[in-house]
């Protein structure tokens, strides 16, 4: 299965992680999406200083998360 968001997400997998509290560690988040799938994190409950960390510690990861 494949649409246009997947494909601009460049999703390969129709799977979505669920933003599950501080268990989505930004590891977690980053192996969802080397398989392919797209991978998220719940930052709602998380200080503003934790947030830029984590998103960065993503953006920062492996080159499939670069863009």
Not at 15 to 42: K, M
Request: proline share 9%; glycine share 8%.
């Amino acid at each position: 299965m494949t649409t246009s968001l997947w494909q601009m997400l460049g999703v390969e997998v129709p799977i979505v992680q669920a933003p599950i509290g501080n268990a989505g560690c930004p590891e977690l988040v980053a192996a969802v999406c080397e398989a392919g799938a797209l991978g998220t994190l719940s930052v709602t409950w998380r200080p503003l200083p934790e947030v830029r960390r984590v998103i960065r510690e993503v953006r920062d990861g492996p080159s499939v998360l670069r863009y």
